[in-house]
C-alpha cells in the first residue's frame, strides 16, 4: 500500500470514527422517555433516597440516555402514601417505596415487603426471584395497572426507638408507636395503638410527645435522623421487619410501550440497586451503631424474651388470617409459608451454626 493510501485510508477510518462516537453523543444526549418518579422518602435521605437517585441515574446511564428520569421526595409532587395512586394514574411513570404501605389496595402486598419474624433479606430475595414470588407480585400489581420490581433492602432493621422501658408484655399495652404494615397489626393485638407516619415527621412526633416509640429503620438512618435526640432508649431485635424490600414500581402502559431492550434495562436496573442498597445498609449500619452508642450515649436494649414471645405468637395469628381475606391472600400466603419453612431449615444448619461457630469465645 502506498503511504497516501494509507494516510487516506486511516482518514477515513478516522471520520468514520468520529462519525460514530458522534452519534452514540446525540444519542446519549437525547431522551427518548422522560419519566418522572415519586418516593415515599424524603429527597436525597440516606440509604432510601439515594437508593431512589442511584435507581434512576443508572437507568440513565444502562439506557444511553434514552431514558431520563427526574427523583421527587415525599411531598414534593404528591403526598408520601399516595404514590402508589399517581403512578398507577400516570400522574407520575415509575415510584420509589415499600409494599407494606398499600395494605388498604390489597393485604396481600405485605408480603412483598416484610412480615414480622419472616423471610431476612437473602431469603426474600430468594422467594421473590427464584420461589414463585415475582409471579404473584406482578399479577397482583397488574390490576391496578402497576410492573413491581424488587429495588433496594434494608436488611434486618431494629425494634425501635422508646421513651419508656419495655420490662414486660404489659408495657406494650396503650403504647402509641409508628409503626407500618403487619407490625403494626401485631402491636394492636398485644394492646398498642400502631400510627403510620412518613418518615419527615418521625422526630417531631416523637419528640412532642405525639407518640411514645417509633421504629424507622436501622443505625445508618436513625443516626441521620437524629432520633436519639428524641427518645432515651434504643431496642433490638428488629422482630417486625427481618428483611424489608423497597420496590420500584411503574406505570404497566408506560412500562409496555417500552421497546424489549429498555424493558430488560429497567429491570436488571432494579436487580443491581437491589443489591447494592443492600450491601450498603451492611456497611453502613455498624458504623452508625458504634456512633449512636460512644458518641451519643444510647441505651440500648433488648427486648424481654417473654415479649418477643407474645409478639411472635400474635405475629403467627395476624399472618394466619391474611390466607382467609380472599383466595389471592391465602395463594401468597402459601407460597410464602412454603418458602420460610425450607429456608428456616436451610439457615438453620448453614446460616446460624456458622454465626455460633464464628462467635465462640
Not at 448453614?350 to 462467635?359: I, M, N, P, S
Request: aromatic letters at 12%; proline letters at 4%.
Amino acid at each position: 500500500m502506498q503511504r497516501r493510501d494509507f494516510i487516506k485510508g486511516v482518514g477515513a477510518g478516522s471520520l468514520a470514527v468520529g462519525a460514530l462516537a458522534g452519534g452514540m453523543e446525540s444519542a446519549h444526549a437525547k431522551a427518548e422517555y422522560r419519566w418522572k418518579m415519586v418516593t415515599t422518602w424524603p429527597k436525597n435521605f440516606p440509604g432510601l433516597g439515594t437508593g431512589a437517585n442511584n435507581l434512576a441515574t443508572l437507568i440513565g446511564e444502562m439506557s444511553g440516555g434514552r431514558i431520563e428520569i427526574e427523583v421527587f421526595g415525599a411531598g414534593e409532587l404528591v403526598p408520601a402514601f399516595e404514590i402508589f395512586d399517581a403512578v398507577s394514574r400516570g400522574t407520575a411513570e415509575m415510584g420509589h417505596g415499600s409494599a407494606y404501605y398499600w395494605k388498604g389496595k390489597s393485604e396481600a402486598a405485605q408480603f412483598f415487603s416484610t412480615v414480622p419474624f419472616g423471610l431476612t433479606a437473602q431469603e426474600m430475595n430468594g422467594w421473590i426471584y427464584h420461589g414463585g414470588g415475582m409471579e404473584l407480585w406482578t399479577e397482583l400489581y397488574a390490576r391496578f395497572g402497576l410492573v413491581p420490581a424488587p429495588a433496594g433492602n434494608t436488611g434486618v432493621q431494629m425494634g425501635g426507638w422508646f421513651n419508656k422501658e419495655i420490662n414486660s408484655v404489659e408495657d406494650l399495652k396503650g403504647l402509641k408507636m409508628r409503626i407500618p404494615g403487619l407490625g403494626g397489626e401485631v402491636l394492636a393485638r398485644a394492646g398498642g395503638t400502631p400510627v403510620n407516619l412518613p418518615g419527615g415527621e418521625l422526630f417531631t412526633a416523637l419528640q412532642s410527645g405525639t407518640i411514645d416509640a417509633t421504629e424507622w429503620v436501622g443505625p445508618y438512618n436513625d443516626l441521620a435522623f437524629g432520633l436519639y435526640k428524641a427518645a432515651k432508649y434504643y431496642y433490638y431485635p428488629g422482630w417486625h421487619e427481618p428483611g424489608t424490600i423497597l420496590e420500584a414500581m411503574i406505570n404497566k402502559k408506560v412500562y409496555d410501550e417500552l421497546p424489549a431492550d429498555l424493558q430488560s434495562i429497567v429491570t436488571n436496573a432494579c436487580k443491581v440497586v437491589n443489591q447494592d442498597m443492600l450491601a450498603e445498609y451492611t456497611a453502613r449500619n455498624p458504623v452508625a451503631l458504634q456512633t449512636l452508642i460512644a458518641k451519643h450515649n444510647v441505651e440500648l436494649r433488648r427486648f424481654p424474651d417473654d415479649v418477643v414471645l407474645k409478639l411472635r405468637a400474635l405475629s403467627d395469628e395476624v399472618v394466619a388470617e391474611i390466607a382467609q381475606k380472599d383466595e389471592f391472600s391465602s395463594r401468597v400466603y402459601s407460597s410464602y409459608k412454603k418458602f420460610l419453612s425450607q429456608s428456616k431449615e436451610w439457615s438453620g444448619i448453614g446460616e446460624l451454626t456458622y454465626l455460633q461457630a464464628r462467635d465462640q469465645a
